[in-house]
């Protein structure tokens, strides 16, 4: 079964087209990477998914009940940690989560809560006034409140966004784990080594168009090869015709030379004797992620 389904969804905001016909299906049980740079409209479509905003047209079921014909349904079998932090100043960490339940309608909920707090880093909080916590310990009970009613499916905007190295370990594991025990897991992030590691599946939109849907893997191999950095003090860096079959680019301080494989490395510092570009130093990169997703970027198109 699906666990979100959207169809041929649009959204405005005045004249601006914020998600344009994105048609996107995610599988009960993965883990979906949604990418974009600022106002690719990612916030937008999780709004409309969480029944937040509506959409102009098209339709989204989540497990199966449409998010706006059967509202209730639907909303139970989510779990959304927003992008913006928004809480009760004057509720404590646990009665936050304790309230939150209740909009569910649970009752007898202490046993998964403490669960919730020990996996989050939040027990010695529980206590503490939300309006006393620090940016990443709000953070912290936003992602414990998504989880309250142990939604099948979750959805993260953003949520290491200021949250320190400590937190992002725990958060990860504990949100491998549900993905483990079954939870349908998506997620934005604009750190794009966390999506590659935790991502089998990758979405990117741009502009409000979905312009990539890949699994991670293809998305990688299809970027493969290595990066050649050359690093010069004096900064002028003019690089030879005879590297026009790369892909080269001039960066700050620098220079880039995209290969296919190793073996044209030789090749590439050949060429530079030839032209006697003298560098003071030389990186050598795996394409990763950011890559691919600079080039979908940049080029609008497929991979
Ligand atoms: N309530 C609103 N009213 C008017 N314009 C909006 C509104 N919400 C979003 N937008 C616009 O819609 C576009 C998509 O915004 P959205 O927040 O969905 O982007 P995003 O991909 O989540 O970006 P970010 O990475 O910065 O969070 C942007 O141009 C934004 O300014
Ligand atoms: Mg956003």
């Known amino acids: 079964m699906n666990a979100i389904s959207v169809r041929d969804v649009y959204k405005y905001f005045g004249t601006l087209c914020a ?54 349904r639907a909303r139970r079998m989510l779990g959304v940690v927003p992008q913006e932090l928004v809480f009760d100043p004057f509720l404590s960490v646990y009665q ?25 880093g939040l027990d010695e909080k529980a206590d503490s006034n939300m309006r006393s916590l620090s940016g990443g310990m709000k953070r912290r009970v936003l992602v414990a409140q ?3 009613h142990r939604p099948p499916v979750i959805i993260l905007d953003e949520p290491t966004a200021g949250v320190d190295v400590d937190l992002r370990q725990g958060l990860w594991k504990f949100i491998r784990e549900l993905n483990e025990r079954g939870h349908t897991i998506i997620l934005t992030t604009h750190y794009l080594e966390e999506a590659e590691s935790l991502c089998g599946r990758i979405g990117m ?19 493969e090869g290595l990066t050649i950095r050359l690093l010069i003090a004096s900064g002028d860096c003019h690089l030879p015709e005879s590297l026009n079959s790369f892909q080269t680019k001039l960066i700050p301080g620098g220079a880039e030379i995209i290969v296919p494989n190793a073996s ?9 004797r030839v032209a006697n570009i003298k560098y003071d130093s030389l990186q050598l990169d795996r394409r990763d992620l950011e890559d691919v997703f600079v080039s979908v970027m940049r080029s609008g198109k497929d991979g």
């Open 264 to 272: 044209n490395v030789e090749e590439v510092l050949a060429h530079l």
């Open 146 to 148: 998504a989880l309250v």
């Open 19 to 72: 998600v344009k016909g994105v048609t996107l299906d995610v599988v009960e049980g993965e883990f979906f990477g949604l990418l974009g740079p600022n106002g690719a409209g990612k916030t937008s479509l999780i709004n409309m998914i969480s029944g937040l905003s509506v959409v102009d047209s098209g339709s989204i079921e989540v497990n199966g009940s449409d998010v706006s014909k059967d509202y209730l």
């Open 96 to 120: 936050t989560l304790k309230f939150q339940s209740g909009y569910f309608g649970i009752k007898h909920n202490d046993s998964w809560i403490q669960e919730i707090l020990g996996a989050l």
């Open 205 to 223: 939109l741009k502009k409000g168009e979905l312009v990539v849907v890949e699994k991670t893997e293809q998305l990688l191999q299809s970027s």
